[in-house]
């Protein structure tokens, strides 16, 4: 059956500025037409299609999370605790997530490492359209360091030669895209997960062992995306070359500098320090360490969008308080940081499909792509939190949410 998104307002993704009103026509998964007018206007029947009045709403590409961890909790910062879960019970929550992600407009996401390499499974339970969810690009599990900060949701090796094997060996376990661990997580001091403890983000590999890593991930064809926050596991990464950097929260502007020679992405993941401002209970060092952070990863986030370095959107849901709905919270706090709100859709539309790999497929709103369409009511560009109530969600052309 066809569907026509009648009479919308369109943000394709491509072009600086909205046109329409247009009439978006898909045949089974893909966009077909894209029509200026409307069929709405003289009221022409329509044999054999789902009309859907779109007039007063924008349409957008589906938006892209390229930071997501389904199966961790947004309610419990111990990944020990939810370690001990069972299979079923980590997977059955990870499918709440994924479907919570959807629902809120994000028809794609990568998965930067899981419990047990479960997000592979829940990759292909949504392919198999067993779990209704984002496309799923999955790392599986991690790699880095013995102890490190990937521990609880990776593999560890230490040396290049140990690192560039257990890299192969995600590969061949299925792993779409390879995620390594290069530094400590800061945020684990505000959280309180780390008692007693100052994380400042240090490196946690040499730039050797980062670059045996991205070595094997590209001969396999795999794009690596790198956990680095403070400036010298950023830069360690960038000259090792990842293909992005996440979070850089710590990283200076020499860094971010680094970054902007090397062409790599930062997927800046704004809404964990964000969230973090308001988690109840924190000790007095805690709100200084939560202060500093925030303050560094304002002034690095800022860096970079003045630099110029690509951006896309990453939630890194499963952060207590970070819900799996959070890309249009990262696309509101890009635009705070300083980026143009067409800038901000972008690195959650095209600019982060082209971070994935697959612009050719998704990203836009073009004939011949897959039909992943978001809409929301009235104009985006001048409120981006309207982002946050989406009135319609298409996927690979199934209409996921309606009003
Ligand atoms: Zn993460």
């Known amino acids: 059956m066809r569907t026509i998104v009648a009479g919308v307002r369109l943000i394709d993704g491509v072009a600086d500025a909205p046109r329409g009103p247009v009439d978006l026509v898909i045949d089974g998964d893909r966009i077909t037409e894209i029509r200026p007018g409307t069929v709405l206007a003289d009221g022409a029947p329509q044999p054999d299609t789902l009309l859907i009045d779109g007039r007063g709403w924008t349409a957008l590409p589906g938006l892209i999370d390229a930071h997501a961890h389904y199966t961790f909790d947004p309610t419990e910062g111990s990944l020990q605790a939810i370690a001990a879960r069972s299979d079923d019970a980590i997977l059955a929550a990870a499918a709440r997530h994924a479907e919570r992600a959807l629902q809120a407009g994000i028809t794609t996401a990568r998965g930067a490492g899981s419990i047990r390499g479960l997000e592979l499974v829940l990759r292909d339970r949504i392919a198999a359209g067993l779990v209704s969810g984002p496309r799923l690009l999955a790392a599986g599990l991690a790699v880095g360091a013995p102890d490190g900060h990937g521990s609880a949701f990776g593999v560890e090796a230490s040396g290049p030669m140990a690192l560039a094997a257990a890299t192969h060996s995600l590969i061949d376990g299925g792993a779409d895209v390879v995620k390594i661990v290069a530094s400590e997580a800061a945020m684990l001091t505000t959280t309180g997960h780390a008692p007693g403890r100052l994380v400042f983000g240090r490196p946690e590999l040499t730039e050797d062992e980062i670059r045996a890593i991205v070595e094997v991930a590209h001969d396999w064809g795999r794009r690596v995306m790198a956990h680095a926050q403070d400036s010298e596991s950023v830069m360690r990464c960038a000259r090792a070359g990842v293909d992005s950097v996440e979070h850089a929260w710590l990283a200076d502007e020499a860094a971010i500098e680094v970054i902007a020679a090397t062409g790599a992405t930062l997927v800046p993941t704004l809404g964990v320090t964000d969230v973090n401002r308001s988690l109840p209970g924190l000790t007095p060092v805690q709100r200084e360490r939560q202060d500093l952070i925030e303050r560094r990863h304002r002034a690095s986030a800022e860096a970079a969008v003045r630099l110029g370095v690509p951006l896309a959107t990453g939630t890194d849901t ?23 709100p067409v800038a901000a859709i972008r690195a959650a539309t095209s600019d982060a499909a082209r971070l994935l790999g697959i612009g050719a497929d998704t990203g836009t709103i073009e004939v011949g792509k897959q039909a992943d369409i978001l809409c929301v009511a009235g104009d985006p560009l001048t409120d981006l939190g309207r982002l946050s109530q989406p009135r319609l969600v298409i996927q690979a052309g199934r209409v996921v949410r309606q009003p």
């Open 318 to 340: 499963g952060e207590v308080g970070v819900t799996a709905d959070h890309v249009w919270r990262e696309i509101v706090l890009l635009e705070a940081h300083g980026a143009s």
